[in-house]
C-alpha cells in the first residue's frame, strides 16, 4: 500500500510539473506569435479537382503595378488536402524582408510592400515555394491566388505593409504594420478599401498558367518605361516571363477614352487588340456600340507591335462619360465575347490653371472638379526635369516643396472607368484624361 | 617424498637456459556437484574459476589457451583433454615447447573424481593428461582423497653439476594433491574457497615468493600451501602431497606476481596477520601472515579492498583503491581502528568510503529535434549502502539555435534522482540505477526583425516560455578506480517521460553519455 501511494505520489508529481508551462517550448518550426492573421477559404472552379496537398505562401512585392517577380516568398508549410473548400489562416509572424521593401517616396519617409497571398502544389517537395527563373522550369504550381495576375475589376485582397509614412495613394484608413486591403469595383467604380484581418479572403484554385507569372524572375521589367524587354510586348501577356499562356484562349486588350488637352480639342477613341495567346488576332469582326471597328495592322505604335482595332473620334462625341458601353467580338474559332463597361467620369482640373506658373517651394495644391464616389485619380506632374505622381479618391491632392520639379511642364489628371477583364489577361476599360500646362519655378 | 623435493631442489640450482619461454595450456575443472550421495560443493567452480583467471593474470597463460569448465562431467573433461592433445601437438609440430597445467576442484572418493554425476578416476586423468604431448605437466588436485593418485616414485639426488651439463629443459610430470590419501579437502564458506586452493592462490599472489625475486616457482607455491592448509585444516587432518618427477635444467616458476601491474606492497617492517578482503562484496582475496623483513609484494586485480590486521580485540582497517596497472602501499599508519564486535557484526562488510562526490559532463540527445546535441557539466553525490546506492546529480547547460525566423537561446537545469546496484566483483565496477530526472527549460526568442517588428507594430519582445518537464531514467555505467580515493565514471543513460514541445505529441525520448570523476571519503 504505501508503494503504491509513493507510486501515485510519484505519478502526480510528474503531472503537476508538466502542467506548470503555459505554453510548450518552441521547436524549430516557431516563427514567433502572429503579427495578423489572414483567413478563409480554398475552393475549386467547377468541375475541377486537385489531389495533391496545397500549400500556402505569401509572396512580397515591392511593385504593386507589376506585381510580377517576388522580392521575397514567405511560405507556412501547414498542407491542406482532401476535399475542397478548405478553411484556412496564415499567420503573418515577420516583416517582408528588406528587399522586398521600396521607398515611400513623393518626400514621405519609410518603405512599403505588398504582399499575395498564394496557394501552391510543391512540386519537388521542399516545402518551399520556388520562384521561376526568367525561361526557366516551373517547379511549383501556383494554384491561386488572392489576388490572381489579371483581375483589376474582381475583388482581390493584398496585403500592404508600411514600416514608416503611409504612401499617398493608399486608401484611408492604412496604418503602420500589415493592412489588408480588398480591391475591386462595384456599382462601375473601382474601389480600395483597408478591411480587418478577421475578413474571410477566398482563393480560387483555378491553376490557369498565367497565375505562374506572379512568381517569374522576370528581371527584365523597366521602371521607367513601364514594359518588359526580352519578352517584348507579345501577344503572350505572361510572355515576359518567359511562360506559355493557357492556350486556345481569346485575350482582348482594350481601352475607349476621352481626354482633354487644354489648348487642344477634346479627342474620343477605342483600340482593342486581340490574341490567343501566342499570335495577333486581326480577321475578327469587332463592333463597339454597334459601330464596326476597323483593323489597322500596322498601326505604327512602337511599344505596342500588331494589328489594332481602332475608332478615333476628335470631336469628342464618341463616348458619353458615365455611359454604358458594349464591345462585340467575333474572332474565327473562338466563341462570341461581349465586354460591358462603364464609362469613366469626366473630369477637369481646376488649379492650378493652364499656363499658370508655380513655386515648387511651396506645397502645390492640385484640385479637380469632379469627386464622385468611388472614383480613383491619377495625379501625374512633369516637369521640364523632376516628376511627381499620386493616387487619390479625394478631389485634390498636395505636392509637398521640394519635389524636384522644375522648368515647363504639365499636369495630368486621370480616372478610369469600371472595366471588365479575366484571368487569361483580358481587359477592356475606359479612362477620363485632362492636362494643363503649368511652368514650376523654385 | 623428502627425495623428490630433494630432486627438485637439485634442478632449482641450475640457471635457466636462454631458451624461448614455453608455451603454457591450462585445463581447470570445477564440479560443485558430485554423485547423488555427495552433499554440493559451494566453491568448486568458483575455484576453478579463480584459478583459471589468477593463471591468465598472473602465470603466463593466454586467455585463449586457458580452458574452463564449470559443471564439468567426466564426459567434458575428456573431450577437452582430447582437444588439448591435438593443440599440442599442433604447436610441438611447430617446435614449440608445451607445459600443460591441470586444475582440478572437485568431489572425489576412492580415486575417482565424481563430476557432475559422473565418475573419472583419477588415474584416467593422470594418463589422460600424459597422453598430451607436453614435456612438462602440472597436475593440481583439490579433491578429497585426491592423495591417491601421488605416486611416490620420488626422486634421486642428482649433483647439479651434471644437470648443466645435459642443459635439457624442465621436463616430467608434478602432480599436487590437496589432501593426502583417505584424507578430506576442507571448504571454508569464511575463504569462499576450499582451504588448498585459498592458499595455494594466496601463495602464487606472492606471498610464497620467500625469496623476494619476483616469481613464485613450484616449490615455493606447494611449500607455502603445504604450510598453510596444515596449520589451518581442523585438527591438522588435511595434509597436500605431491609427486613430482622432473628431470632437466631451470626451475617451474608458476606465476609471476613482480612483473604484473597492479599489487599491494607491504613495505619491510610491516608484521601481522592481514587479510585482504574485497570491497564491497567481501571476500577473502588474501590472508598473509607477514612478518618483518623483505618487503612483501601480493598481485592483486584491480578493485577496491579492505586490508584488516588482526589486534587483539580491535581490528585495523585499510581501504584500498588499486587502479588497474597500479601498485599500493600497505600504509598500517593509515589504518583505522574498529571494534572486532563491529566488524564481525556486519559480516566482514566495512565501507569506510560510502559517499562520493562526481563531477563531469553529459552529451545527450536534443529535447527538441534538429536542435543539436546539448553539452551538461554536472555535479552530483551518491551514497553508498553496501551494493546499493542513491545518487542525486545537478546539470545545466545553454543552447543556441533557431528556428524558422526566430533566434532562440534555451537555458535548462535538471535535477537527477536515481538508485542502483553495483556490480563489485569485477575490477572496472559495473554499475546499474532507475530514476527521476525533473527538468527546467526556459527559451527566449529574438526574431530576425526584432527592433523593427516592435517599432513598426508596438509590441514587446516575445515572451520567454518556461516549462518542465519529468522523465524517467535508466542508467547503466562502469566505474574506475584510480589512485588516491579517486574514480572515473562512464556510463550511458535512456530517458522517456513527458516535455511540452511545440508540434510534439510532449513524449520525450533521449540518450545520453557521461563521463565524470568522482571521489571517495
Known sequence: ????????????????????????????????????????????????????????????????????????????????????????????????????????????????AYGRLLAYQDGNGNGTLDTIPFGGPVVDKVLGASAPLFTWYDTVYEVYYADGDIPADWPAGAQRGFNLVKSGSANGKSFQEVVPFSTQVPIVLSGENE?????????????????????????????????????????????????????????????????????????????????????????????APGPFYELDNNAGTLLQPGATDTVTINAPGFPPVTWVIQEADQVRLTTPGNNSTVSTAQPLTISWNNNAPGNTYWIDIEGQTGHWSAVTTSSSVTMPPDSGVSGTGSITLNVSGAGQDDIYGSYVNSESEDTVNVTFTP | MKAAWVFLLGSLVCAAAARAEPTRILLSVGSNLGMPEDHPLHYADADARRFRDLMVELGQVRSSRAYLLEGATATTVRDALTEIRGRVAELRAHGDDVV???????????????????????????????????????????????????????????????????????????????????????????????????????????????????RVTLYEAYGYAYRRTVSAAAFASQHPSADIDLAGSGELTLTQPGATGSALDFPGTSEGSFTIVSQPEPNVVLEVDKRAGPPLRLAVPPGRYLVRKKEGAEIGLLSVELPYGGTVVVDEHRMVKRAFTEVSMKGGYVDLKSSTVLAGAQVSTPPILGTGPRWLPFVGYRQSFGLWFVEGDLLATEKHYSSASVAILEKSAHLELTGGYRVVSLPWVPYFAVGLKGSYYEQTYVREQEQQIEATFGVGPIPPRRVLGLNGVVRAGLEIPLPENLLLVGEVQGEVGQLPVQDTNNWNFAAAARVGLGFRF
Open chain 1, 1 to 112: 500500500m504505501k508503494r503504491m501511494k509513493l507510486w501515485l505520489g510519484m505519478g502526480a508529481l510528474g503531472l503537476a510539473l508538466t502542467a506548470c508551462g503555459n505554453q510548450p517550448l518552441a521547436s524549430t518550426k516557431y516563427a514567433g506569435p502572429p503579427l495578423a492573421t489572414i483567413s478563409g477559404q480554398l475552393s475549386l472552379p467547377p468541375g475541377q479537382t486537385q489531389s495533391a496537398p496545397v500549400l500556402l505562401a505569401l509572396a512580397w512585392y515591392n511593385e504593386s503595378v507589376t506585381a510580377t517577380a517576388p522580392n521575397s516568398i514567405l511560405t507556412q508549410d501547414v498542407a491542406y488536402q482532401g476535399s475542397f473548400p478548405a478553411n484556412y489562416t496564415f499567420n503573418l509572424t515577420q516583416p517582408p524582408p528588406a528587399g522586398s521593401l521600396a521607398p515611400v517616396g513623393n518626400g514621405g519617409a519609410g518603405n512599403f
Open chain 1, 211 to 303: 497565375l505562374a507569372a506572379l512568381i517569374c524572375l522576370s528581371g527584365n521589367y523597366d521602371p521607367d518605361s513601364g514594359t518588359y524587354t526580352g519578352a517584348g510586348a507579345v501577344p503572350n501577356p505572361i510572355g515576359y516571363c518567359g511562360l506559355p499562356a493557357t492556350p486556345n484562349k481569346l485575350r482582348t486588350f482594350g481601352t475607349a477614352g476621352h481626354e482633354m488637352t487644354a489648348g487642344a480639342p477634346s479627342g474620343d477613341w477605342v483600340y482593342l487588340q486581340l490574341s490567343d495567346g501566342v499570335n495577333w488576332i486581326s480577321n475578327a469582326s469587332v463592333q463597339f456600340n454597334g459601330m464596326p471597328v476597323p483593323v489597322v495592322l500596322d498601326a505604327g505604335y512602337v511599344d
Open chain 2, 100 to 214: 600443460l597445467l591441470l586444475f582440478l576442484s572437485s568431489h572425489a572418493k576412492a580415486g575417482y573424481a565424481h563430476l557432475k554425476g559422473t565418475l573419472l578416476a583419477l588415474s584416467e586423468l593422470r594418463e589422460l593428461a600424459g597422453g598430451v604431448e607436453a614435456p612438462l605437466r602440472v597436475l593440481i588436485l583439490d579433491t578429497c582423497e585426491s592423495g591417491v593418485v601421488v605416486r611416490h616414485k620420488g626422486g634421486s639426488r642428482v649433483p647439479g653439476f651434471e644437470l648443466k651439463l645435459e642443459r635439457l629443459p624442465l621436463h616430467g610430470e608434478v602432480v599436487l594433491s590437496s589432501t593426502g590419501p583417505a584424507e578430506s579437502a576442507e571448504d571454508w564458506d569464511s575463504l569462499g574457497s576450499s582451504l588448498f586452493t585459498h592458499y595455494l592462490m594466496t601463495g602464487l599472489r606472492g606471498d610464497a615468493d620467500r625469496d623476494g625475486d619476483g
